[in-house]
Protein backbone atom coordinates (compact mmCIF):
# COMPACT_ATOMS: atom_id res chain seq x y z
CA UNK A 1 0.00 0.00 0.00
CA UNK A 2 1.54 3.36 -0.84
CA UNK A 3 1.51 5.91 1.86
CA UNK A 4 0.15 9.70 1.12
CA UNK A 5 3.01 12.39 2.00
CA UNK A 6 2.34 15.20 1.70
CA UNK A 7 4.44 17.77 -0.52
CA UNK A 8 6.14 19.56 2.43
CA UNK A 9 7.35 16.84 4.67
CA UNK A 10 8.76 14.99 1.17
CA UNK A 11 12.43 14.45 1.70
CA UNK A 12 14.83 16.07 -0.87
CA UNK A 13 15.69 12.76 -2.38
CA UNK A 14 12.03 12.04 -2.83
CA UNK A 15 11.53 15.22 -4.88
CA UNK A 16 11.23 14.48 -8.29
CA UNK A 17 13.32 17.22 -10.69
CA UNK A 18 10.70 19.01 -11.98
CA UNK A 19 9.17 20.04 -8.48
CA UNK A 20 12.24 21.08 -6.96
CA UNK A 21 11.65 24.52 -7.61
CA UNK A 22 8.06 24.15 -5.39
CA UNK A 23 9.70 21.90 -2.95
CA UNK A 24 12.53 24.86 -1.65
CA UNK A 25 9.84 27.65 -1.81
CA UNK A 26 7.29 25.80 0.41
CA UNK A 27 10.87 25.64 2.87
CA UNK A 28 10.64 27.52 6.16
CA UNK A 29 13.59 30.41 5.69
CA UNK A 30 13.09 32.25 9.09
CA UNK A 31 15.59 31.27 11.37
CA UNK A 32 13.85 29.05 13.43
CA UNK A 33 13.28 27.17 10.81
CA UNK A 34 16.98 26.64 9.75
CA UNK A 35 17.92 25.66 12.88
CA UNK A 36 15.06 23.09 13.53
CA UNK A 37 16.68 21.59 10.09
CA UNK A 38 20.61 21.63 11.36
CA UNK A 39 19.16 20.13 14.72
CA UNK A 40 17.08 17.26 12.40
CA UNK A 41 20.20 16.97 10.59
CA UNK A 42 22.39 16.90 13.88
CA UNK A 43 20.03 14.18 15.26
CA UNK A 44 20.06 11.99 12.22
CA UNK A 45 23.96 11.88 11.85
CA UNK A 46 24.89 10.68 15.15
CA UNK A 47 21.84 8.41 15.74
CA UNK A 48 22.25 6.38 12.31
CA UNK A 49 26.16 6.37 12.52
CA UNK A 50 26.22 5.98 16.33
CA UNK A 51 29.60 7.83 16.26
CA UNK A 52 31.49 8.81 19.87
CA UNK A 53 32.17 12.68 20.27
CA UNK A 54 35.06 13.92 18.55
CA UNK A 55 38.55 13.15 20.03
CA UNK A 56 41.82 14.40 19.94
CA UNK A 57 42.68 11.74 17.35
CA UNK A 58 40.39 13.32 14.83
CA UNK A 59 41.67 16.86 15.55
CA UNK A 60 45.10 15.56 15.03
CA UNK A 61 44.11 13.86 11.67
CA UNK A 62 42.65 17.36 10.73
CA UNK A 63 45.62 18.99 11.37
CA UNK A 64 48.17 17.06 9.56
CA UNK A 65 46.16 16.95 6.74
CA UNK A 66 45.99 20.86 6.98
CA UNK A 67 49.55 20.97 7.42
CA UNK A 68 50.68 18.61 4.66
CA UNK A 69 48.19 20.75 2.28
CA UNK A 70 49.97 24.09 3.30
CA UNK A 71 53.77 21.88 2.50
CA UNK A 72 52.32 20.97 -1.24
CA UNK A 73 50.88 24.39 -1.96
CA UNK A 74 54.19 26.26 -0.82
CA UNK A 75 56.37 23.64 -2.54
CA UNK A 76 54.29 24.25 -5.40
CA UNK A 77 54.88 27.69 -5.34
CA UNK A 78 58.62 28.00 -4.90
Known amino acids: MVSVVA ?15 S ?8 PKGIAGAFQRGYCQYYNKLNMK ?19 LLFLQGT
Request: charged share 25%.
Open 53 to 71: KGSVAGLSMVLAAYMLFNC
Open 23 to 30: WILMRDFI
Open 7 to 21: FKEKKLLDVKLRELS
